[in-house]
């Protein structure tokens, strides 16, 4: 039996011992001898599972250190497979009814704080749920009935967060701040003849830093909503909250300004290549692709406004020649176009989404108030959800950005 199994089965013995305990209360009476001897029979049970776990955790923990398993590393495939079992939900309830976590939720947020290196202030849950496209539950009557279907609840349209699927770099498990070293310059060839000295050169290197940068959000949440297990709630309570966090790290990727706590996205780097307006013709279309393989970058990828895309999808190539249209089919020259909210109006960015690096030092950090108002008076909780990630291009010049001109 593994480790997430004992831990399962002793949190249905303490779940047990409770039920029994809750059930007396509120009858206004003390437990029978029949629940007393169930309780005491869990009770037993409980304390061997707790005997088990804890004699699995030595066993696992010395494994690890004896195969040399770096406490900051890149998530092992056990630790994957471990954050696809975490519950938000469960997460959220424990909170809210003050009590501590247990099964894979209490696994996977012992791992996610040994790996990180800190403390969580509520409790962390699985970064990759920021990959999720988002919706909400605008109030919890909805999702509540006895023929209800909430896995075809219908919310309202939200931003696609795109940035991710593009292709970054992600650097997880991070603890202190990073220094990446990057070539400059200086290394010298040539040509020559019999005798002759090769060319000397001096090489230079720059580097590419990541720091801890914060990133959260609030939302309200009804309790019952919380406390409901009907079909979809899990799925809906974790793209609320991923959303509040996701939207924030795509914005900043694509276009943070590296101030007030903020990082530095691509449009604010230093080095990009620009051009002075969105191409209209196909001949200058194939300009921006000429920028790109002058520094010899061959994984272009485009990404704009809407407005844009379909001013371009509405462009010939060449004007009344019937020769198609600049934007057809999801692509612009073979390489994919996407269109997202987040990149600013009148931009369209093309370049190798690959030098772009997003550093993560804490996995989404999830705390739950019950307490604050107004979700308070409203019989609701409040949930604030944390994250703490930096991001960094390696070469600017793998990116080339046109800006509309004013009105277009």
């Known amino acids: 039996m593994n480790l997430h199994q004992l831990r ?72 994957d497979r471990l954050a696809g079992s975490v519950s938000v939900t469960k997460v959220i309830r424990a909170q809210m009814e003050g ?12 791992e996610a704080e040994r790996r990180s290196g800190r403390k969580a202030e509520g409790a962390f849950v699985p970064f990759n749920s920021l990959e999720k496209r988002a919706n909400t539950t605008a109030t919890a009557p909805e999702l509540v009935g006895t023929d209800h279907r909430a896995d075809q609840y219908i919310g309202p349209l939200r931003e696609a967060l795109l940035a991710r699927s593009l292709g970054i770099r992600v650097l997880s498990g991070l603890r202190g701040n990073v220094s990446i070293p990057k070539y400059g310059s200086g290394l010298e060839t040539g040509w020559v003849t019999e005798g002759q000295p090769v060319p000397e050169g001096q090489m230079t290197f720059d580097q590419v830093t990541l720091t801890p940068k914060h990133v959260g959000g609030k939302t309200e949440m009804s309790r019952q909503m919380i406390q409901q297990s009907a079909p979809g709630i899990e799925q809906l309570v974790r793209e609320d909250l991923s959303a509040l966090i996701a939207k924030q790290i795509d914005r900043a990727i694509i276009n943070g300004t590296g101030l007030l706590g903020e990082p530095l996205g691509i449009l604010q780097t230093p080095g990009i290549q620009t051009v002075a307006d969105v191409p209209a013709t196909w001949a200058e279309v194939l300009a921006m692709l000429e920028m790109l393989d002058d520094v010899e970058i061959q994984n272009g990828r485009w990404l704009t406004t809407a407005a844009i895309r379909t001013a371009l999808a509405a462009a010939e190539k060449v004007a009344g020649s019937g020769s198609g249209f600049l934007y057809d089919n999801g692509a612009m020259a073979g390489l994919s176009l996407a269109a997202s909210k987040s990149v600013p109006t009148g931009k369209l960015i093309l370049g190798d989404f690959s030098q772009v690096m997003l550093g993560v030092w804490s996995e989404v950090d999830l705390l739950v108030n019950p307490y604050a108002e107004p979700a308070y008076s409203r019989g609701g909780i409040q949930v604030r959800a944390m994250a703490t990630v930096d991001t960094a291009v390696r070469h600017p010049e793998g990116f080339v950005v046109a800006t509309a001109a004013v009105g277009g």
């Open 8 to 79: 399962e089965q002793r949190a249905t013995a303490v779940q047990g011992m409770k039920t029994l305990v809750d059930a007396a209360t509120a009858a206004g009476r003390d437990l029978s001898a029949e629940e007393i001897q169930k309780f005491d029979t869990l009770k037993t049970e409980e304390r061997a599972l707790s005997a088990q776990v804890e004699r699995a955790e030595y066993l696992g923990e010395v494994e690890r250190r004896a195969a040399g398993t770096p406490v900051s590393g890149a998530p092992s495939a056990d630790f």
């Open 99 to 110: 009590r501590s976590l247990d099964g894979a939720e209490a696994e996977y947020a012992r």
